[in-house]
């Protein structure tokens, strides 16, 4: 396979033309920044490392050029936006490059929050510093919660997206943060602020990190939503609706009347029937069902659930889409599907007698039973 044929990695996104940029846009910033001296120490072992590894590698060889006291150090990192090369708009991994420069203030100016969160500040909307600004929220608390209070207010949606995203309890590729886990009350005050933002990359991270808090405290998350519902804000409505997701694929009974669903669905579901009773990995099973409702019409979600064999021997259930309805009085509607047991590498396959049920607003009203081999 030729270069050309092969598909970008997203370890691409930091690689030598990244580094060229980043040297060159360093070099108008920083005083004695020797950008030819770095761009060689940074490539030298650079096709090894895989993209968090080069995140890494490159905040290294940063320290070793910048040669400056973070203080110093920061005022002139707060220049960088004027000056960033910002590559070619057809590259979605071209932010990356960003990416080491925003988290060598977490790794060398965390003794300094003061400077390091104004830093951040500025560097944020080159590529978000919500991974950079954790290992402030977890030091630093106080300080960087007043600081993310004030970014509420930023008339950057990128500044205020980050006081959202960086403070998610459970930020993916990001260190947890414990305190929000167990206790996410202090998280209110930041997306009591952001719930109308006419921002829509700001509202999606206040939904995900609501999505995040459901994960450990659904009730509380819950109670916050039917809240919220009350204020009848449109930007507000959608942010719960994103928000509940986990919760409603997770088949929780308690969000479906928040979201308009009936609360105790009338229907009837004929028994599923399988396109075949056994099958191998690698195959795709298909199942139809009916489902027909009662007397006054209804907003429905139908899922589906595959209960997994699991190494164990017990079975794991996990819940796929399947589609939202309205269906009306008396009416009865057709489900197909097909579910492709195709190898992933996010689940491996065990032999043995698996299920499929249909679950409508949370609530399983079928099941069926079929057997994969090896």
């Not at 106080?142 to 205020?160: G, M, N, Q």
């Amino acid at each position: 396979m030729s270069d050309a044929d092969k598909s970008p990695l997203m370890k691409d996104g930091l690689g030598v033309h990244a580094i060229k940029r980043i040297a060159k846009s360093v070099a108008l910033v920083v005083p004695g920044f020797n950008a030819k001296a770095f761009q060689k120490d940074a490539e030298c072992g650079l096709d090894a490392l895989e993209l968090k590894a080069r995140v890494h590698h490159l905040i290294a060889v940063l320290h070793r050029h910048y040669d400056l006291p973070f203080k110093k150090l920061s005022e002139y990192l707060q220049d960088l936006p004027d000056v960033w090369d910002r590559g070619s708009a057809a590259d979605n991994k071209a932010g990356f490059a960003a990416w080491p420069l925003i988290d060598y203030v977490a790794t060398h100016g965390l003794q300094h929050p003061k400077e390091a969160l104004q830093t951040l500040e500025k560097l944020t909307p080159m590529f978000s510093a919500e991974f950079a600004i954790r290992p402030f929220i977890q030091q630093h608390t106080d300080i960087t919660y007043a600081k993310l209070l004030e970014w509420c207010e930023h008339p950057s949606e990128h500044v205020r997206r980050l006081a959202s995203e960086g403070s998610r309890p459970r930020l993916p590729w990001g260190i947890r943060l414990p305190q929000f886990i167990k206790n996410p009350e202090p998280l209110v005050g930041l997306l009591e602020k952001l719930k109308t933002d006419e921002s829509l990359y700001v509202r999606r991270s206040v939904a995900n990190n609501l999505n995040d808090i459901s994960k450990d405290n659904p009730a509380w998350m819950i109670n916050l939503c039917d809240r919220w519902l009350t204020d009848s804000n449109e930007h507000t409505d959608w942010i719960v609706k994103h928000a509940l997701r986990s919760l409603v694929k997770a088949g929780d009974v308690r969000v479906f009347p928040l979201l308009g669903y009936a609360a105790k669905p009338s229907v009837t579901v004929s028994d599923i029937t399988l396109s075949k009773k056994r099958i191998a990995v690698g195959d795709s099973i298909g199942f139809s069902c009916t489902v027909t409702g009662g007397k006054k019409a209804q907003n429905l979600v139908v899922d589906y659930v595959v209960y997994f064999m699991k190494a164990n021997g017990k079975l794991a259930p996990k819940v796929f889409k399947l589609k939202n309805i309205l269906l009306a009085a008396n009416e009865s509607i057709a489900i197909t599907k097909n579910h492709s047991f195709k190898p992933i590498t996010t689940r491996r396959y065990y032999a043995g007698t698996h299920q499929l049920a249909i679950q409508v607003n949370g609530k399983e009203v079928a099941r069926s039973d079929f057997y994969l081999g090896d």
